[in-house]
C-alpha cells in the first residue's frame, strides 16, 4: 500500500500536522491542531507550562500516536515509514532522556550513527568523523570517556544533544535543549543551532521556555495555549504585549533587541519591587 496522501504538504513544509487530537489514554492534550513547519527554517514552539507544545513535538517525531490527524514527514504519513527511515530524515532530544547505566559519553554519541548502520556495515571513518565533530560541537570532546551517570545535569544534556547531531538527520527537534545549562552553554547551543539551520540548511524546531531566546533565534515561532496554536510567524509580528498577556498573563514591554534589531521582551511581575515599589521588571522568561 502507498503511503502517500491525498492532500500533500505544501514543498515549503518539512513536518505538517493535520487535524490532530493529541491525547495520553483518555486525557486530550488537543484536539484539531494542523501546524506546517517550514523546511529549512529555525522554528521555537513557545507557551506556558502544560500547554501542549512538547506533546505536539512528541507527535510530530511520532514518538506519541494521535488519537487522530495525519503527521506528515516530506508530505509522508509518518506512520506508514520505516523506524530506520524515519530516524535518518528526523532526529529527536526528547526531555529527561535517560542513558543506559556504565555508557560512556562517546559510546551514547555513537549510537545517533545507528539510522545509518545495517547487519552488514562496519563502522566508518564517516560515522567516526560525525561522532568527533559532534563531541566537538558540543564541548564534550574533553569527557568522551567518562561515564554519562558521572556527569553534571548541563554535561548530560550536551551528551544528548552530540548524538541527535551525530545523526546528522536533516530535521531536528529539540524539547527544551537548554534545560539544566548555564547561560554560557545556553548561548554556545542556540548558536550551534543556528549555524546548522544557516550554513546546513537543516531544519530546526526547538520547545523553548525563555521568550528572548525564542524572539533571538527563532525564524518562525509559533504560539500555544491550552492545546491550541494561538498565533504563529516572524517573531517581531507574532510578539505583542497583548498576545503576552493572553497567553502567559503578564505585561509586557516590547522593546528592539540592540544586538540584531530584533524584539526584545521585559516583563513586569505581578508583585512589586520591595525598595522602589515599583513593578518588578526581568528578561522575558516565563
Given at each position: 500500500?502507498s503511503?502517500?496522501?491525498?492532500?500533500p504538504a505544501?514543498?515549503?513544509?518539512?513536518?505538517?500536522?493535520?487535524?490532530?487530537?493529541?491525547?495520553?489514554?483518555r486525557?486530550?492534550?488537543?484536539?484539531?491542531?494542523?501546524v506546517d513547519i517550514p523546511?529549512?527554517?529555525?522554528?521555537?514552539?513557545?507557551?506556558p507550562?502544560?500547554c501542549?507544545k512538547?506533546?505536539?513535538?512528541?507527535?510530530?517525531?511520532?514518538?506519541?500516536t494521535?488519537?487522530?490527524?495525519?503527521v506528515?514527514?516530506?508530505?509522508?504519513?509518518?506512520?506508514?515509514?520505516?523506524?530506520r527511515?524515519?530516524?535518518?530524515r528526523?532526529?529527536?532530544l526528547?526531555q529527561?532522556?535517560?542513558?543506559?547505566?556504565g555508557i560512556?559519553v562517546f559510546?551514547?554519541?555513537?549510537r545517533?550513527?545507528?539510522?545509518?548502520?545495517s547487519?552488514l556495515?562496519?563502522?566508518?571513518d564517516?560515522?567516526e568523523?560525525?561522532?568527533?565533530?559532534?563531541?566537538?560541537?558540543?564541548?564534550m570532546?574533553?569527557l568522551a570517556?567518562r561515564?554519562?551517570?558521572?556527569?553534571?545535569g548541563?554535561?548530560?544534556?550536551?551528551?544528548w544533544?552530540a548524538?541527535?547531531?551525530?545523526q546528522e538527520?536533516?530535521?531536528?527537534?529539540l524539547?527544551?535543549?537548554?534545560?539544566f545549562l548555564d547561560?554560557?552553554?545556553?548561548?554556545?547551543?542556540m548558536?550551534?543551532?543556528?549555524?546548522?539551520?544557516?550554513t546546513?540548511?537543516r531544519?530546526?524546531?526547538?520547545?523553548?521556555?525563555?521568550?528572548n531566546?525564542?524572539?533571538?533565534?527563532?525564524g518562525h515561532?509559533i504560539?500555544?495555549?491550552?492545546?491550541?496554536i494561538?498565533?504563529?510567524?516572524k517573531?517581531?509580528?507574532v510578539?505583542?504585549g497583548?498576545l503576552?498577556?493572553q497567553?502567559f498573563?503578564?505585561?509586557a514591554?516590547?522593546?528592539e533587541?540592540?544586538?540584531?534589531g530584533?524584539?526584545l521582551?521585559?516583563t513586569?511581575?505581578?508583585?512589586?519591587?520591595?525598595?522602589?515599589?515599583?513593578?518588578?521588571?526581568?528578561?522575558g522568561?516565563t
Amino acid at each position: 500500500m502507498s503511503d502517500a496522501v491525498s492532500d500533500p504538504a505544501p514543498e515549503h513544509s518539512a513536518l505538517r500536522a493535520v487535524d490532530l487530537t493529541m491525547a495520553y489514554d483518555r486525557r486530550v492534550v488537543g484536539r484539531n491542531l494542523s501546524v506546517d513547519i517550514p523546511h529549512g527554517e529555525f522554528t521555537v514552539i513557545i507557551g506556558p507550562n502544560a500547554c501542549g507544545k512538547s506533546t505536539l513535538l512528541r507527535s510530530l517525531s511520532r514518538l506519541l500516536t494521535p488519537a487522530e490527524g495525519t503527521v506528515l514527514l516530506d508530505g509522508r504519513d509518518i506512520h506508514r515509514m520505516r523506524a530506520r527511515e524515519v530516524a535518518t530524515r528526523l532526529g529527536l532530544l526528547p526531555q529527561s532522556a535517560i542513558a543506559p547505566p556504565g555508557i560512556t559519553v562517546f559510546d551514547l554519541v555513537r549510537r545517533g550513527r545507528y539510522p545509518h548502520q545495517s547487519i552488514l556495515s562496519r563502522w566508518s571513518d564517516s560515522d567516526e568523523r560525525s561522532v568527533r565533530e559532534a563531541l566537538a560541537a558540543t564541548r564534550m570532546t574533553e569527557l568522551a570517556d567518562r561515564d554519562v551517570d558521572e556527569l553534571s545535569g548541563g554535561q548530560r544534556q550536551r551528551a544528548w544533544v552530540a548524538m541527535v547531531l551525530a545523526q546528522e538527520s536533516p530535521v531536528l527537534l529539540l524539547d527544551e535543549p537548554t534545560t539544566f545549562l548555564d547561560i554560557s552553554h545556553q548561548l554556545a547551543l542556540m548558536e550551534l543551532f543556528a549555524e546548522l539551520n544557516r550554513t546546513a540548511g537543516r531544519t530546526v524546531v526547538a520547545v523553548l521556555h525563555d521568550i528572548n531566546h525564542a524572539a533571538r533565534y527563532a525564524g518562525h515561532l509559533i504560539v500555544m495555549s491550552e492545546g491550541r496554536i494561538v498565533a504563529e510567524g516572524k517573531p517581531v509580528d507574532v510578539l505583542t504585549g497583548p498576545l503576552l498577556a493572553q497567553v502567559f498573563g503578564v505585561d509586557a514591554v516590547i522593546v528592539e533587541d540592540p544586538l540584531n534589531g530584533g524584539p526584545l521582551v521585559v516583563t513586569a511581575h505581578p508583585g512589586r519591587d520591595r525598595a522602589t515599589g515599583a513593578p518588578e521588571r526581568t528578561a522575558g522568561r516565563t
